[in-house]
């Protein structure tokens, strides 16, 4: 999706008081598509990113239900290392402000 627009006040009001809805979360790949805040998680986490194991998964692929709980499911190829999993933190913190009712 692209907005084309004149004047960045006007387009920060209208960034500020719309939202994203993703449906069933089929049709939103999760790395990279701007679903989130306008960006993509990819260009946000690019090393958490990078070792994912299926970059073209959609949301709903990542976000499961286990025992009667919703939560993120993410398959990386390897362990992760301290700083990526510091990096993982922080990327989870962002999406607990998410508002996600798939």
Not at 47 to 54: E, K, M, S, V, W
């Given at each position: 999706?692209?907005?084309?627009?004149?004047?960045?006040?006007?387009?920060?009001?209208?960034?500020?008081?719309?939202?994203?809805?993703?449906?069933?979360?089929?049709?939103?790949?999760?790395?990279?598509?701007?679903?989130?805040?306008?960006?993509?998680?990819?260009?946000?986490?690019?090393?958490?990113?990078?070792?994912?194991?299926?970059?073209?998964?959609?949301?709903?692929?990542?976000?499961?239900?286990k025992e009667e709980v919703f939560g993120w499911?993410?398959?990386?190829?390897?362990?992760?290392?301290?700083?990526?999993?510091?990096?993982?933190?922080?990327?989870?913190?962002?999406?607990?402000?998410?508002?996600?009712?798939?």
């Amino acid at each position: 999706m692209q907005i084309q627009y004149r004047n960045p006040l006007s387009f920060d009001f209208f960034k500020d008081n719309c939202r994203i809805s993703v449906g069933n979360g089929n049709a939103i790949q999760f790395w990279s598509d701007p679903w989130v805040n306008g960006k993509s998680l990819s260009n946000l986490y690019p090393r958490i990113a990078n070792i994912i194991l299926n970059k073209d998964e959609s949301l709903a692929d990542v976000w499961r239900r286990k025992e009667e709980v919703f939560g993120w499911d993410f398959q990386f190829r390897r362990n992760l290392f301290v700083w990526e999993e510091e990096e993982l933190g922080r990327m989870l913190t962002l999406l607990d402000g998410v508002n996600i009712s798939i």
